[in-house]
Each structure stands twice: as C-alpha cells, then as structure tokens.
C-alpha cells in the first residue's frame, strides 16, 4: 500500500496504521491524534506478533486456545490499531487504551469466514478485558460488522432467529446487559443508574455508549447501502460503535451520538465526549507514521526505490478495484442477515448484464461525491487576527470528538473522541 504524505502527516496530528498484509487495499485502519492527545504507547494488532518496538501497549491476555498460524492470519488484514494515553480523571492519572478495530465480516459462500470473524471477536476480547484487567480504561471502537439489537436494524425479518446469530450472542456477552439490556433500559440514564460489571446477572464488561445515553431511540443507523440508496430512506443498520468499560462510562462519559448528516461514505461518523482531561506523551510511540523513513526525512538507500513491478498485478487490481469500506457481499449482509434476497424491494441492474437497448434504471444515490480522510480534518489558520467576539464553544476541560479520531479503511466515514479546550469545531 502506498501511503502519502499528506495523508499521513496531517498538521496537529500525529497518525498511526494498519494496513492488509495479503491483499492491497482491502482492509486497513487509522488512528489520528491530535498533538494535545498524543499517546505513549501505540501498536499494530491484537496478537503482538507485528510489535517488535518499544513503546507497546502490552497484555495480549490468554491466547491458548489459538494456534501460531491463526494469530497471524488475525492481524495479517490491518484490523486493529490500539494506543495508550494518560487522562486526568478526578486529580488522579490514570490510562485509557482505545483500541480501534474494523471487524471482518462473516461471508455466507465462505464458511471459513464465519469462523474467522468470531475468532476475531474472542482475541478482541480478550485482548481488551486484559489490558482492563491490567488497570488502564479500556475504549473499543470502530466497524463491528454486527448489529447488536433488532432496534439497531433496519429490518429484522424474523426476532426469533434474529437474536441466533453468533456475532449478536458474542456482543451479548461483551457488552453489560447483553439481552436484558432492552428490558431495563426503558428510561433515559440519570445519576441513579447503576453500571458494574459486578451484577451477576449482566457480567459484560463494557457498554455500549450511544445505547446508554439513547437506549430506546429508533432509526439510528451508521451504515447504508450505496447501491440501493438506501440513505435517502434511512434503510441501514447501526454496526459502528463506541464500547467503553462500564466505569469509564458512568464516570466520565457526558455523551454519544451519530452524525449521519455527515455523507462521503456508506457510513457516517459516531462520537463520544467525556468530562476527563489528557496528558499528552512528549513525543509520539514509534509506531507514528511520522518516523516511516519516507516521511522521516532520513537519507535512504537507493535500492529502496528499485522495485520490480508486476504489471500485470497491477492491471488486475485497476479492473477489481474495492469500494471505499465494504465489499458488496458484505453490504448485502449488513441488510439482509438471513440472505433472503434484496431487502429494499427494488431491482437493481448491473450494466454487464444487461441486453442491448434496454434501458437501465438509475438509483440516484447521493450528489456528494465520495468523502476523502482528509475532509475531516480542519486545516490550520496561520496569519489570522484574533477576533473579540466570544467563541461559539465554550472552552472546557473535556475530551470529546476530534481528539482521537479513528479511521476503518481510508474512505470510510471517522469515528472520534475530542478535547474541546483546544476549541476544534467538530466535523
């Protein structure tokens, strides 16, 4: 993958990425963060196998149960990026670790994949729970692939079987509340409510957040099909989340929310803020693509620069290019978990098929063009008078959108965390 520079040194950021190590352009995430954020541990994964750099993050937790050989096919698609930052919650310091995932998807002609999701999901967890149990907060974020709740879906065909799928039984499990969370949830959280993973009964260790401060609210979606339109009437799925650890939830999260007014891609934007301040690391972790010897501005060996090509490579993957974020399979299955055909209940037809003089049915999806990363990003006024007025933020002491911003695939809609005392409009 050919990384650029303007996209991966962005001023007032310092970035960090994953990219698939199989198959160019695949899969991938990003991790931004704002100089006033700047973490001190950052790694690529969730194994350890790709860290081999000081500055990790650490506790991988228990992976008995993985061979060698599945651990490194886990991380060989740039699904994960975690980095580690230290907050100020109450007078004391203390560590929050965001671990920022693009989850595969479960492919119904490929049963291996099925399995390969739901071992992602288990290292995922156990990952996430050991570096908790290691005493730093824990924030997962980013493209889960899985709608958690019928609530959370468009149309879900059939409640009894809906709630069967294994990625939902996983998210049962992960999350405090799993099934019961619909039923005591009813009512808006208030300063009584009460979010442990001590209760017996809902043993999850995390939450998810846009639920705690929304639990009843309907048609929130983060994901529509490009191919039907499906955005233009809301027909889409909520699969993109912000999971916290039930304390850092209760204790410093303020709010959560989606932005699906923000387009450029088949998924919108969600945020978090929360009441703690950060303590940004003097300098970045290695893994900051600011230290990549192209952009490092180091002298490099020539031979670097002579690389045998394959054009024919090259040729193939210009004919089969990827869209932005997810493949059409995995768009169908977001939609249409049981395969039971096109959900929307319009035709759709491709060119390649079509017979000679028949006239094709357009589906006018959007007349914003596709969304670049770095539209989310403002730039940096330089030479500009301070103006008297009041600004239109009050400057306080949080963190909040912006501030961490987490990319799935470059093309794909941010999902942030911001420090509003840098007064930074939110994208």
């Not at 704002?34 to 650490?58: I, Q, R, W, Y």
């Not at 940004?280 to 490099?300: D, H, I, N, V, W």
């Not at 959007?366 to 989310?376: A, E």
């Amino acid at each position: 993958d050919l990384l650029d520079e303007r996209t991966a040194i962005v001023d007032g950021y310092n970035s960090y990425f994953s990219f698939s190590r199989g198959r160019s352009g695949y899969s991938g995430v990003a991790t931004y963060c704002k100089d006033s954020a700047t973490p001190f541990a950052a790694e690529e994964g969730l194994t350890g196998l790709l860290t081999n750099h000081e500055g990790a993050v650490g506790c991988y937790g228990d992976q008995t149960e993985f061979c060698s050989e599945e651990l490194q096919l886990l991380d060989n698609e740039g699904r994960a990026v975690i980095t580690q930052h230290r907050i100020m919650c109450q007078d004391k310091e203390q560590t929050v670790t965001v671990i920022n995932v693009y989850c595969p998807r479960a492919d119904p002609e490929k049963p291996e994949r099925k399995q390969f999701k739901l071992h992602f999901y288990k290292l995922l967890q156990c990952r996430a729970e050991a570096i908790l149990k290691d005493g730093s907060h824990v924030i997962v974020l980013g493209d889960v692939n899985t709608s958690h709740r019928p609530i959370d879906h468009c149309d879900p065909t059939d409640i009894d079987d809906f709630g069967e799928n294994p990625g939902r039984k996983w998210l049962n499990g992960f999350l405090h509340g799993g099934k019961q969370e619909e039923e005591s949830n009813k009512e808006e959280p208030n300063e009584d409510s009460e979010v442990t993973s001590t209760d017996p009964i809902h043993s999850g260790k995390f939450v998810d957040t846009f639920r705690y401060f929304h639990p009843t609210r309907t048609n929130a979606f983060t994901c529509w099909s490009t191919l039907t339109g499906a955005r233009q009437t809301n027909y889409g799925t909520r699969i993109d989340y912000i999971f916290a650890d039930c304390q850092l939830s209760k204790e410093q999260f303020v709010a959560a929310d989606i932005m699906p007014e923000v387009e450029g891609s088949d998924h919108c934007p969600v945020w978090g803020q929360l009441s703690c301040s950060l303590l940004p690391s003097c300098k970045p972790p290695p893994l900051c693509t600011r230290y990549l010897p192209e952009f490092a501005g180091k002298q490099q060996k020539l031979s670097r620069f002579l690389v045998k090509v394959d054009q024919k490579s090259i040729q193939s993957e210009q004919r089969d290019a990827l869209p932005g974020s997810q493949e059409e399979g995995e768009r169908r299955e977001n939609f249409n978990p049981f395969g039971a055909g096109n959900v929307s209940g319009k035709k759709r037809t491709l060119d390649s098929v079509v017979p000679k003089g028949k006239k094709t049915k357009t589906i006018k999806t959007s007349s914003k063009p596709q969304g670049s990363l770095l539209s989310f990003f403002k730039p940096k006024l330089t030479n500009v008078v301070p103006s008297t007025e009041a600004p239109v933020r009050q400057c306080q002491k949080t963190l909040s959108l912006d501030e961490v911003t987490s990319s799935q695939n470059s093309q794909k809609a941010s999902t942030t965390i911001e420090d509003v005392s840098s007064v930074t409009s939110r994208v």
